[in-house]
């Protein structure tokens, strides 16, 4: 397959999840979520599109990087993105949708330790793409925080 159709394939697969993820979490955060407490240290909403959509950007370009390797880890690697991807796909719906903080903690951990480990196994295959995944590992870190302040405090 041509890069640039990988490229392409590889910047709209984490799109799409982070649109399926906004479906779910809009009306969420029109109603319920306005209504729960929340930690002092929680961002204004509007922060979290743009937060997200360059994140999702960065981790297609990572996706496209190990992708078009030649390296003997590079289905185990395009395999560990996906399972992170999945539980990615999965926390909005646990959280906003089924409304429960508890939930999306118990997709949210799990969610930080695959970024953790792709972070790591992308390393030896593309130093960029390992890169790429740290501001991703850093806004989940935050999340974390902030889903477990929303937990603690409702």
Known sequence: MNNIFKLIISIIIPQGVGGLGALVTI???QSWYQTINKPFFT???WVFGPAWTTLYLMMGIALFLIWKSNHPMKKTALW?????????GIWSPAFFGMESPILGLLV???LWIM????IRVFFPINKIAS???VP???WVSFATALNAGIWYLN
């Not at 560990?80 to 990615?88: C, G, S, Y």
């Not at 970024?115 to 792709?118: F, K």
């Open 108 to 110: 949210i951990v799990p």
């Open 136 to 138: 991703y590992l850093l």
């Open 43 to 45: 961002p204004p909403s």
């Open 115 to 118: 970024i953790v480990v792709c």
């Open 27 to 29: 009306s969420s955060v």
């Open 131 to 133: 890169y790429l995944m």
């Open 80 to 88: 560990l993105f996906a399972i992170q991807l999945v539980l990615n």
